[in-house]
């Protein structure tokens, strides 16, 4: 992305500021994730194309096995997913928590219309790359491909006619973030302790009622 853009955000958008679209996907869609075993494409019987793909995420016990994104969608998503969220001192990336594969099941489980905007919205960046760099986006420099991101990224500055790439970047925003979230990885990230039994109720630890504005 642009200096003065990462300065304002950093990376694509900050990974906890993402938390905010996460209620955008329908609930249905938080499937549980077990880690990074569950985000490589398998290869296809013959050709390498398949083989790349697998190379480029974290090695695995057990390989998920796509149900509708082809070699390329998935080595594209996976590539945006990485955008989105990247690996930092706290947690792995979103190919590490599996996002791929949560990507894909979501996808063979809502299809029709769903599945159609994710297929054309990859489309579109690869038409989009081709015109200005003569390169599918897998294929082009990380500058090139974050040249195209920076225009769609944001939509309050997307020029109109970028509106289509917009829409599904919002769409595919919205499934990474709740793919990781919804992964092992993701909810040690927050982190959520959820429910935890004590001994003893003490109340409210002071910190948060002080911050919360209620401290007597």
Same mark, same amino acid.
């Given at each position: 992305?642009?200096?003065?853009?990462?300065?304002?955000?950093?990376?694509?958008?900050?990974?906890?500021?993402?938390?905010?679209?996460?209620?955008?996907?329908?609930?249905?869609?938080?499937?549980?994730?077990?880690?990074?075993?569950?985000?490589?494409?398998?290869?296809?019987?013959?050709?390498?194309?398949?083989?790349?793909?697998?190379?480029?995420?974290?090695?695995?016990?057990?390989?998920?096995?796509?149900?509708?994104?082809?070699?390329?969608?998935?080595?594209?998503?996976?590539?945006?997913?990485?955008?989105?969220?990247?690996?930092?001192?706290?947690?792995?990336?979103?190919?590490? /928590? *599996? %996002?791929?594969? !949560?990507?894909?099941?979501?996808?063979?489980?809502?299809? $029709?219309?769903?599945? @159609?905007?994710?297929?054309?919205?990859?489309?579109?960046?690869?038409?989009?790359?081709?015109?200005?760099?003569?390169?599918?986006?897998?294929?082009?420099?990380?500058?090139?491909?974050?040249?195209?991101?920076?225009?769609?990224?944001?939509?309050?500055?997307?020029?109109?006619?970028?509106? /289509? *790439? %917009?829409?599904? !970047?919002?769409?595919?925003?919205?499934?990474?973030?709740? $793919?990781?979230?919804? @992964?092992?990885?993701?909810?040690?990230?927050?982190?959520?302790?959820?429910?935890?039994?004590?001994?003893?109720?003490?109340?409210?630890?002071?910190?948060?009622?002080?911050?919360?504005?209620?401290?007597?």
């Amino acid at each position: 992305m642009e200096d003065e853009e990462n300065a304002k955000r950093g990376s694509v958008m900050n990974r906890r500021d993402l938390l905010k679209v996460m209620t955008a996907v329908p609930a249905a869609a938080l499937v549980s994730l077990t880690g990074a075993a569950q985000s490589t494409f398998p290869p296809p019987a013959s050709g390498s194309q398949g083989a790349d793909v697998g190379q480029a995420t974290a090695p695995t016990v057990t390989a998920y096995h796509a149900k509708v994104l082809d070699a390329h969608e998935w080595k594209t998503i996976s590539i945006l997913s990485d955008y989105l969220i990247p690996a930092d001192s706290r947690s792995g990336s979103a190919t590490d /928590a *599996g %996002v791929p594969a !949560f990507i894909d099941d979501w996808l063979d489980f809502k299809g $029709g219309m769903v599945l @159609s905007g994710i297929r054309g919205g990859l489309t579109w960046l690869d038409i989009e790359c081709n015109r200005a760099f003569a390169h599918d986006f897998v294929d082009c420099a990380e500058a090139q491909q974050k040249q195209l991101l920076d225009r769609i990224a944001y939509p309050k500055t997307a020029a109109p006619e970028d509106a /289509a *790439g %917009v829409v599904f !970047f919002n769409q595919l925003r919205d499934l990474v973030v709740t $793919g990781f979230f919804s @992964s092992e990885m993701g909810v040690k990230d927050l982190p959520y302790l959820g429910n935890q039994m004590v001994a003893e109720w003490k109340g409210c630890p002071a910190n948060v009622l002080e911050k919360l504005g209620l401290s007597e």
